[in-house]
């Protein structure tokens, strides 16, 4: 068995994305799996005047697109496979989610958008397999788009291996350069509108006055779009509590790992989730979670997450509940989230992607 991983994400945005994560460490436990009778290819070397070529040379099976976007055509037509000579390969593509589907009002794009969806969903009708994050997407995948359920499956990622929890030297190194506030709660990702961030702005003003809010990621900054305005609207009451870091490099794993660590809890205050990396980094980082009671995030979560409503009202109750555990407790919740993380690991993700390709051929 043959099988060419397409890894241009690894080439764009999506490299500091939950996207650049999966192809990134997929890749490096399919590498693991070569043997004499398995290989895996990576794109990353392949030119597209070259690709053909190398396409023919292999012998190549299958080809696995790690990314879909739903908007754009990222993924081959049958007729454009065939023109280029690639319709002897069997096709595979992992979609993480639908979450723009579900919220259109709030995610609208425009006459071309839907132009690409339209592309996207007839490439679908040709694929022999689709892989996706979690049960939760699963379900939203056989909804929204042309793809019977005996050909999803639904395999599970792990937090990005590199963040662990750090020594008090190193937090302490971190804090400085970061000027992270005494106590804090956490959120690493994006501001979309699934992200609920104004909820969770709005749930500090409910809370110690002793406690802040750190937020990580580029788009923590002023923008023209309605999300940044909405968190905007919310920080008129705490905005002398609240910390925007948007310059952490992504290989950057070491500063990442050590503000994860010095929080008092991580916090995912989504409304909906195709996933949730930041759950199970946080996790390994040995840092109490927070989490909306949102279905994959419920999938994944674990006995020692505190789970909470969508509602800012809810989300402070819950960051309370959790700064005010016994050290005991919290000790209690970590073992809890350990015993979580073994259920998640790139190998077994690998593993369980190898299945699929052999079970398509």
Not at 129 to 153: F, G, M, N, W
Not at 159 to 178: C, D
Request: one cysteine or more; a neutral charge; aromatic letters at 8%.
């Amino acid at each position: 068995m043959k099988v060419l991983l397409e890894t241009s994400p690894l080439r764009n945005a999506n490299a500091i994305r939950g996207v650049g994560v999966y192809t990134k460490f997929l890749s490096q436990e399919l590498e693991k799996l070569q043997n004499t009778q398995d290989e895996y290819f990576t794109s990353e070397d392949i030119g597209l005047e070259q690709f053909n070529a190398f396409m023919s040379k292999k012998g190549i099976d299958i080809i696995h697109y790690p990314y879909f976007n739903l908007f754009q055509q990222t993924l081959p037509l049958p007729a454009i496979n065939q023109f280029l000579g690639r319709s002897s390969q069997k096709v595979v593509v992992t979609i993480h989610d639908v979450i723009p589907l579900l919220y259109p009002t709030h995610y609208p794009v425009g006459i071309a958008g839907n132009v690409g969806l339209f592309l996207q969903k007839q490439a679908l009708k040709s694929v022999a397999a689709v892989i996706t994050d979690s049960q939760t997407s699963k379900q939203d995948i056989t909804r929204y788009l042309p793809v019977p359920q005996q050909k999803i499956t639904a395999i599970p990622l792990a937090g990005n291996p590199e963040i662990k929890k750090s020594s008090a030297h190193v937090v302490a190194q971190i804090r400085k350069r970061y000027d992270l506030p005494n106590q804090y709660l956490l959120y690493v990702g994006d501001i979309n509108y699934n992200k609920n961030i104004p909820e969770l702005v709005k749930a500090l003003a409910l809370v110690d006055s002793n406690i802040h809010l750190v937020c990580v990621g580029a788009n923590f900054k002023p923008l023209p779009i309605p999300e940044w305005k909405a968190i905007e609207v919310q920080l008129s009451s705490v905005s002398n509590r609240v910390h925007f870091i948007t310059n952490v490099p992504k290989e950057d794993t070491e500063s990442l790992s050590a503000i994860y660590t010095a929080a008092e809890a991580y916090v995912q205050p989504s409304l909906y989730e195709g996933f949730g990396l930041p759950l199970l980094e946080a996790m390994q980082c040995g840092t109490q979670v927070i989490s909306s009671n949102t279905p994959a995030l419920l999938e994944i979560g674990g006995n020692g997450v505190e789970f909470v409503g969508l509602q800012h009202a809810d989300i402070a109750n819950g960051i309370k509940r959790v700064i005010n555990l016994s050290s005991a407790e919290k000790n209690k919740r970590v073992a809890l989230n350990n015993e979580t993380l073994y259920r998640f690991s790139w190998k077994k993700a690998a593993q369980e992607t190898v299945q699929v390709y052999r079970n398509i051929l």
